[in-house]
């Protein structure tokens, strides 16, 4: 009896503490999420009084819109580009930063600082650094590549350009998760690696790899997720354009909501963002799923 | 196939005050089974390692079959090695544990196949062959950890404390194996651990380390019987030697005194003792060898100690007795008594230490002087 009534109280606390977040969160985050849901369903334009229930319409007019159907594969491109990139990079990184390696918290910093900084920061600097005067093709034409291309402005080049800017800024945070990963191999491990014949690379394939696993799949997710929803470098550096050549699925919704006031087609564009995020996540999970050894 | 030899070898760590190895000497035949054992921090798994090639050599030289190996990396080396937390790769199944170093050496997978499956025949693992190391006990690691080091067939095995996470059982059951394993593969083992126990039972030869100095290498029986300073005399044998101290007195004949214990020193040990007269010694005996006067009357037994009971150990076999000289309750003795004799606590006996067995050392080098 006395043990029951225990295990109420602290379930009384328990959801007394969850009760404000929750609150908050379901205000901010759970409440818009399920209005723009609904509000998907119907021609609802700020501008216009009247909001007519279009059922599936926004929907079947998304998939009629070339214009998305670019921004689908813009962000398509800009993840599968930048994912395994970060990925890699960042483990490179972090497998760099754990050796016994002269300065190595100045590179540990270094590295991260692009992760704290401000993201209008960094792409204003790659804003000049790209254009045409800018850095990077004074450093071509120094290196001897005639270059005189404003990066931010070719269709060609202002994807790739902008992905670069990403895999930069976000490797040295990823890094960090991964350095936390590998100081939990014991060091016995490589040892017995190297004793076994295990060369530098083979330990790094062999060992530290399958070994951060668990770390992967979350560098992995996070990172997909974050690509999935890029949206503040294109709005500063290019603004989708030119030609819609680096409209992502974020900047769609942003530009459908707030610039043409379409919030029922906006919205519906947002819910098959969000749907396509669902999906890359599941299917990551069934097929790639964590192994914690 | 392999000897080693091990030359002046030194190791400082960078940053250290002193050298974690100094001047270590040791010729290892063919085929021996070696064991290093101390006290932790001496530099018993330093020395392992820097045989491995996981700790590089600061001075002096480590030879193979006669060959320098200093610069060579650990896979040069022709060695296998045991680590005591077995360092099995987690992520692989244990045929490919024990696969991986040959893989490494790109040999063919048929002969892969039939040499693990033969290593695993050789310790009774064939059947965990498709298991991870997390779905496995500690002694079954322990044998695929075992497994991993014999597949590749080195000349060489390292063993670096490998059987201290095992329960008591399983270790003596490991003890046995890993010497029968070492029959059957004709191969030169270096065993590192902190128990002498196992270091008694297992080695050919022993080196007893203490502070990065190798104070001895001889064999077992040797290092009981004849300890050449008073840490290898303590270090070896269970319960410990009992230590002593007092001073070589001349009165009649050379006396040893202390506080509380006075006896004339044994005919045949005047003549060693002799440059020690008016020095100061610890007198060595252990608790195997002391006797109660009233029951042992076949053995040369020193003039009778007179002793009172602390307390009584029995396992069984046989009792542990501590006690204590009368008049001297400070310092505090074994002695190994039959079983069949019982003391009560507070008793007074009389004692007497076989002869042949009793031990000097010099109080200030603690060297063996009888």
């Known amino acids: 009896m006395k043990f029951k009534s225990r295990k109420k109280e602290q379930l009384f606390w328990g959801y007394l503490f969850l009760a404000f977040p929750l609150l908050l969160l379901s205000i901010f985050v759970f409440f818009p999420i399920g209005f723009a849901f609904v509000v998907s369903f119907y021609d609802w334009n700020l501008l216009i009084p009247d909001k007519p229930f279009v059922g599936l319409g926004n929907y079947f007019e998304l998939f009629k819109d070339p214009v998305f159907i670019k921004a689908i594969k813009n962000t398509i491109i800009y993840t599968i580009g930048v994912v395994p990139v970060q990925t890699l990079l960042s483990l490179f990184l972090a497998f760099i930063m754990n050796q016994k390696i002269r300065g190595r918290a100045f590179f540990r910093t270094a590295f991260y600082i692009p992760a704290i900084t401000s993201s209008v920061v960094t792409s204003i600097i ?139 087609f906006g919205a519906a564009s947002a819910a098959v963002l969000a749907l396509l995020i669902f999906a890359t996540t599941l299917i990551q999970k069934k097929y790639f799923p964590p192994d914690v050894y | 196939m392999a000897t080693i030899a091990v030359k002046d070898l030194e190791k400082v760590f960078p940053g250290a005050e002193s050298a974690t190895i100094k001047n270590a000497n040791l010729n290892i035949k063919d085929k021996e089974f070696i064991v290093l054992v101390g006290p932790s921090g001496c530099g018993k798994s330093t020395l392992l390692r820097m045989i491995a090639g996981l700790e590089e050599i600061s001075d002096g030289e480590l030879q193979i079959n006669g060959e320098r190996m200093n610069e060579l990396s650990p896979k040069d080396r022709d060695i296998a090695m045991v680590f005591q937390n077995y360092a099995l790769y987690p ?113 050919d030869r022993i080196v007893v380390l203490k502070d990065g100095i190798v104070q001895q290498f001889d064999t077992p029986m040797n290092l009981f019987n004849n300890p050449q300073n008073k840490f290898v005399a303590g270090f070896i044998g269970s319960p410990s030697m009992n230590f002593l101290p007092g001073k ?123």
């Open chain 1, 126 to 264: 790659f804003v000049w650094i790209y254009s045409k005067p800018g850095l990077l093709n004074y450093g071509l034409n120094a290196l001897g590549v005639d270059s005189n291309i404003d990066w931010l402005t070719n269709p060609v080049t202002v994807l790739p350009s902008i992905m670069i800017l990403n895999v930069w800024t976000t490797s040295g945070y990823f890094m960090v998760s991964f350095l936390a990963g590998l100081q939990n191999i014991p060091a016995s491990l490589y040892e017995a690696a190297k004793i076994d014949g295990a060369n530098q690379w083979q330990q790094f394939w062999k060992i530290t790899v399958p070994m951060v696993r668990p770390v992967t799949y979350f560098v992995v997710i996070m990172s997909l997720i974050g690509c999935f929803q890029v949206f503040d470098q294109i709005f500063i550096m290019s603004s989708g354009g030119p030609d819609n050549a680096s409209t992502t699925m974020s900047y769609f919704v942003y530009q459908n909501s707030f610039k043409y006031f379409r919030f029922g």
């Open chain 2, 91 to 203: 992520h692989m199944t244990v045929f490919d544990n024990m696969a991986f170093g040959l893989k490494l050496r790109k040999t063919p997978k048929d002969e892969i196949k039939q040499k693990v499956e033969h290593a695993a025949k050789v310790l009774g693992i064939t059947h965990l062959l498709d298991r991870r190391p997390k779905d496995m006990s500690g002694g079954q690691r322990q044998r695929v950890a075992i497994g991993r080091s014999i597949v590749r067939n080195p000349k060489v095995f390292l063993f670096d404390e490998p059987l201290s996470n095992l329960d008591a059982k399983l270790r003596v059951q490991m003890r046995a194996e890993i010497k029968k394993l070492h029959r059957q593969l004709d191969a030169t083992i270096v065993y590192v651990t902190h128990d002498q126990i196992e270091a008694m039972t297992m080695g």
């Open chain 2, 248 to 370: 070589v007195i001349q009165k009649e004949e050379a006396t040893f005194k202390s506080k509380s214990l006075e006896f004339a020193i044994p005919k045949d040990l005047r003549p060693g003792l002799k440059p020690y007269i008016g020095k100061e010694v610890f007198f060595g005996f252990r608790p195997e060898y002391i006797y109660d006067k009233q029951f042992e009357k076949s053995k040369r037994l020193s003039e009778n100690m007179e002793i009172v009971v602390d307390s009584v150990e029995p396992i069984g076999s046989e009792t542990f007795v501590y006690f204590h000289f009368i008049g001297n309750p400070e310092h505090s003795f074994c002695f190994r008594s039959d079983s069949q004799f019982s003391y009560g606590i507070g008793s007074e006996i009389c004692i007497g230490v076989d002869i042949e067995r009793l031990r000097f050392f010099d109080k200030e080098t603690e060297k063996r002087i009888m």
